[in-house]
């Protein structure tokens, strides 16, 4: 029966990472108490204020802890320098914990990395500034491997691909294999000094083996997806969770140089049995000298067939993220395609400028264009199908989630080729996002050294919102309540195409962020776009 080895009062708030000690005595955590207060400041605090929010409220960092399993005691080691934290790792000898977090507004400039001694507590901290979004951590020996995206240019940071780098001396981050054409990500240790890693190339991924001062060794290939990759500590067994054409998402086993992969679970082997789309990458011309990848889904045995509906599935991000080959449903539901193809319908998931595994021009092409130029790709994608008699002019939808959810609002404003519209989260207003608590990320990352009263009609332009008086497509919003300030920029968007006659539906979902986490307000935005979108494009009767 599991036994309780921290004490829930210490930890109100709960522990964000924790990571075992080597020799199994304990572990290490990362985890944020209540700000302390005496009785006597609380009841001042709320004979002032009462129930009054304050801004700014009293807080307190993280701080790390190592808790020993014999005993039961909890050590306090120190106060992170971060707000939020986002990896953690102990090295294999037990002699130092790194770890990475961000600031509350989320920098790059904000993300720190930091290496704390395990010894007697109060070790010193050491921090180490970089340019870079620490993303992953992975010790192999005594050497760190860290990968993350991120690069400054002329005082200016800007996007990257994600990066591979080791901590060198004097104690700064040295990038290892620039050749590396795709997004890093996934760092597993192995023995000796060297580590795993999957980088995305667009619509494929890919397990490399890398050691410093060797070439990077491709152990597989694989046009589709891979996750939670992982290695026993000799790394002779690596296991990892994958989907492709054929097959919906399972764990795998594997030998370390990935020979004899095999399946060890079966969990969507009915799924899996169904009648399944057809895949393929789908390349067009961007109409600037260079082409844009998507992934096509046909319907179940249907692959070549003319005329048929189409939906443009839009991935969020757009940074380090990327579609593949794969059929998947995901834990989170905000996209199903291959789902959307069994239903009939044509489903192109473009990856268009900004997305991972098409290298740093690409991804930073989109900066001071993030809304015209990923339009620009989108459409012309769907031109193309058109064009070859593929997809239907007269029977075109739209839909995009997150960062998907934004580019849909863009498009809508951009042309009026679609017929219906589900676009969930996103943001609709820029400048009011600038001002928002995700602000400086977005100016970071959309427009980098730049402010709304010093390039105010970029801003502007580039906004959804400056397209609103050329909306015509009936428009489905959806957004979590607690999703920061998407709920209030969703309401906008609803009540500015309602003025301008525009068919549109709003759905709010109670208690949910930007992720969906109860099941039936998964399956109920499911239904709610399909029926949208099947409404307006096969003129299905909606419930």
Not at 57 to 62: E, F, G, I, Y
Not at 353 to 380: K, M, N, W
Not at 436 to 463: C, N, V
Request: glycine share 12%; with cysteine.
């Amino acid at each position: 029966m599991p036994r309780a080895v921290t004490r829930a009062e210490r930890f109100a708030d709960g522990i964000d990472l924790y990571d075992w000690l080597p020799d199994g005595s304990g572990f290490v955590a990362v985890a944020t108490l209540p700000p302390e207060e005496t009785p006597g400041d609380r009841r001042r605090r709320l004979e002032l204020y009462g129930d009054v929010r304050r801004f700014p409220a009293p807080s307190s960092k993280p701080s790390f802890f190592r808790v020993a399993l014999d005993g039961m005691t909890v050590d306090r080691l120190g106060e992170a320098p971060f707000d939020q934290p986002e990896t953690l790792a102990v090295s294999p000898d037990g002699a130092w914990m790194a770890a990475s977090g961000s600031a509350e507004e989320q920098t790059t400039a904000g993300a720190e990395l930091v290496l704390l001694p395990l010894g007697a507590p109060g070790g010193a901290l050491r921090r180490f500034s970089n340019d870079i979004w620490e993303e992953s951590l992975a010790w192999s020996g005594r050497e760190l491997f860290v990968a993350g995206p991120g690069e400054r240019r002329d005082g200016v940071q800007h996007n990257t691909e994600g990066r591979l780098y080791r901590l060198g001396e004097p104690e700064r981050l040295v990038r290892l294999h620039p050749e590396l054409p795709g997004y890093v990500k996934q760092l597993v240790p192995l023995p000796g000094g060297a580590v795993l890693l999957t980088d995305n190339l667009s619509t494929r991924m890919r397990i490399l083996r890398v050691q410093a001062g060797a070439d990077p060794v491709t152990l597989l290939d694989h046009r589709g997806w891979i996750f939670n990759l992982s290695a026993s500590r000799d790394g002779k067994t690596v296991a990892f969770v994958a989907a492709d054409s054929t097959h919906y998402p399972e764990i795998y086993l594997a030998r370390g140089d990935l020979t004899g992969i095999r399946p060890v679970t079966r969990l969507n082997e009915a799924l899996t049995r169904a009648p399944l789309p057809e895949i393929e990458t789908f390349t067009w011309d961007d109409g600037a000298g260079g082409t844009v990848e998507g992934a096509l889904f046909w319907p179940p045995g249907r692959k070549g067939e003319k005329g048929l509906p189409l939906i443009v599935d839009l991935h969020g991000g757009p940074f380090s993220v990327a579609r593949t080959e794969a059929v998947s449903l995901a834990g989170s539901f905000l996209s199903y395609p291959a789902l959307l193809a069994a239903r009939g319908f044509l489903v192109l998931n473009p990856n268009y400028r900004g997305s991972a595994g098409r290298g740093d021009a690409f991804t930073q092409g989109i900066e001071g264009h993030h809304c015209s130029r990923p339009s620009e790709d989108v459409i012309r994608g769907v031109e193309s199908l058109v064009a070859r008699g593929q997809a239907d002019r007269g029977r075109l939808g739209l839909m995009g989630y997150s960062g998907g959810g934004g580019l849909s609002k863009c498009l809508i404003g951009r042309t009026r080729m679609f017929r219906a519209v589900a676009t969930g989260s996103g943001v609709w207003n820029d400048i009011a996002t600038f001002t928002s608590k995700r602000g400086a990320l977005w100016t970071e990352s959309f427009y980098p050294g730049s402010s709304p009263w010093t390039d105010f009609s970029l801003w502007w332009k580039e906004s959804p919102m400056s397209g609103l008086d050329q909306v015509e497509t009936p428009t489905l919003i959806l957004a979590g309540e607690r999703d920061g300030d998407a709920p209030r920029q969703a309401e906008e968007l609803y009540r500015g195409l309602t003025r301008r006659g525009v068919p549109t539906e709003l759905l709010l979902f109670p208690g949910e962020g930007h992720v969906f986490q109860r099941p039936s307000h998964k399956r109920t935005k499911m239904r709610a776009e399909i029926s949208w979108l099947e409404h307006h494009l096969l003129g299905t009767p909606r419930p």
